[in-house]
């Protein structure tokens, strides 16, 4: 069972993936009735996401340090209970301010402490395997809009706003709570074995603080495609649904381009995982870089809504699919002792590239009236990412102990 328990991590990190993030970014559908009850305007209810993903950047980078030194569980049960009470405080605030701290700093600062913290975790029970295993745990995050998405629609309906988030908070720690005592470390600490079609460098000795991690030229490499994949997807995502109604979608028709890209990313995380860990997973990584910007740069041509869900499947695939492997890769170049804070920090620079997208975006159809700049310094991002994933470094090899649990 120990050798196995792994698969019982990927399970709980993936329940938990989805409760926490599916209770964070609910938020566009309380947009509206909130906006009716309150008088508050859009853009400052919407700042209380913006400013949720800045501070879900910073604090995952310091939920995952805490992570290598204390375990995931403690981190998880913590984050759980500033979930909930981060959505508590903001069903009940009157004042918009109050709104804006409780879900943009409380609930922001718990979305930090899901990703970095289960992925490097998980990493630690998995020697085959690596790759399909940490692509399952994100697909919590893949299923979180297709399911409590629409369950806060129908209570908000039912019950009001309020209500609503009230019962999500309720629901999301009650839930999350159990699941994180099934999270624990790996017994043992496991050397890395070559990957399929990787290339392997002689050991040398694995940084163990933070100023060493950083030095690094894996770590830079591995944070600069992460940040420029995100700079690069993050424009179309967000702008595509008004393209779409600039050529002639309605706005239900066009909003549900999002759905096809989340659903076609469920499939693109398990065949991309699948893929690493058969190919390798730079190999993977560079061959999704690469058609992510050849369909983002395909935009161009689009005007007609079936080609719109075309272009979205191969997007979801692609990113859905690429995303998780950044995690695999770090494991490849550092140790598990560390992998909290790696992750962590590639983490808040790939939050800092998904912040240039949609304001860059924004510029470029505010300075030339039209989105084709917007998909052609995408796409130029898109090779940037993917030219720059061909610098990663061989990962380097220890001998594998004995005792190493083959998940």
Request: proline share 6%.
């Amino acid at each position: 069972m120990e050798r196995h328990y792994g698969w019982v991590i990927v399970a709980a990190g993936a329940v938990i993936t989805c409760l926490a993030m599916g209770a964070m970014f609910a938020l566009p559908v309380y947009l509206q009735p909130i906006a009716e009850e309150t008088g508050w305007t859009r853009a400052g209810i919407s700042g209380a996401m913006t400013v949720g993903f800045i501070v879900m950047g910073i604090a995952g980078f310091l939920w995952g340090t805490l992570t290598d030194r204390v375990g995931a569980r403690p981190v998880v049960l913590v984050a759980a209970v500033l979930l909930g009470i981060g959505l508590f405080v903001a069903s009940r605030a009157n004042d918009l301010l109050v709104f804006q701290f409780a879900y943009g700093g409380l609930v922001g600062a718990s979305g930090g402490a899901f990703f970095a913290p289960l992925i490097a975790t998980t990493l630690g029970w998995f020697d085959k395997h690596r790759s399909l295993a940490v692509s399952l745990v994100s697909l919590g995050g893949g299923i979180a809009p297709m399911t409590i998405t629409p369950l806060a629609t129908v209570l908000i309906a039912n019950y009001g706003w309020r209500n609503a988030m009230m019962m999500t908070a309720i629901a999301a720690v009650a839930l999350i709570i159990p699941a994180a005592f099934l999270i624990r470390r790996a017994p043992a600490v496991m050397a890395e074995a070559p990957s399929p079609g990787s290339d392997v460098a002689p050991a040398e000795p694995a940084p163990t603080n933070m100023g060493a991690i950083f030095r690094t030229p894996q770590f830079f490499i591995l944070a600069g495609v992460f940040f420029l994949c995100c700079a690069a997807h993050s424009g179309p995502i967000f702008h595509t649904v008004s393209y779409a109604m600039l050529c002639g979608a309605s706005a239900l028709a066009a909003a549900s381009i999002y759905s096809v890209e989340g659903f076609a990313g469920l499939f693109g995380r398990l065949i991309f995982g699948v893929l690493a860990d058969r190919i390798g997973v730079k190999r993977v990584i560079v061959a999704g870089l690469a058609l992510q910007a050849i369909g983002i740069y395909s935009y161009i041509y689009v005007s007609e809504l079936p080609h719109f869900y075309m272009l979205a499947v191969v997007l979801g695939l692609v990113y859905g699919g690429v995303m998780p492997l950044y995690s695999v890769l770090a494991r490849d170049y550092f140790g598990p002792n560390v992998m909290g804070t790696v992750l962590g920090g590639i983490t808040m620079t790939s939050s800092i590239g998904m912040a240039f997208g949609p304001l860059g975006g924004g510029w470029l159809f505010d300075t030339f009236g039209d989105y084709h700049w917007l998909y052609v310094a995408s796409a130029c991002v898109g090779l940037a990412a993917a030219a720059l994933a061909l610098a990663f470094p061989p990962k380097t090899v220890k001998e594998t102990p004995a005792d190493a649990l083959p998940a």
